[in-house]
Nanobody
């Protein structure tokens, strides 16, 4: 199983980035997918999650209204569209997948698979 995250980079405050995560080696449609982030010296925190079929999404309060998660089960990809970025969004972003109950999506320990992370840096 491999989750390959991409799309990170350096952006000015107020800018936008799109992160993508390409999955292989698993039956993608069977997994809820999530994005987490980890800033230096901090714990990994939940950012957004999407249900197996893509019909439901869950966002951390800190990104609600600015970030949008989506998935394409035909292409085995999950995307995080990030707008109105601010320096507090600077972190390594990780995609993950799990097949535990949807209600656990914000809990990193339930995830079965993780991508390698992609760095997002927002300058002020």
């Amino acid at each position: 199983v491999q989750l390959q995250a991409s799309g990170g980079g350096l952006v000015q405050a107020g800018g936008s980035l799109r992160l993508s995560c390409a999955a292989s080696g698993l039956t993608f449609r069977n997994y809820h997918m999530g994005w987490f982030r980890q800033a230096p010296g901090k714990e990994r925190e939940f950012v957004a999650g999407i249900t197996r079929g893509g019909g439901g999404a869950w966002y951390a309060d800190s990104v609600k209204g600015r970030f949008t998660i989506s998935r394409d089960n035909a292409k085995n990809t999950v995307t995080l569209e990030m707008n109105s970025l601010n320096p507090e969004d600077t972190a390594v972003y990780y995609c993950g997948g799990h097949n535990s109950p949807w209600s656990t999506t914000a809990t990193p320990t339930v995830y079965d698979y993780w991508g390698q992370g992609t760095l997002v840096t927002v300058s002020s």
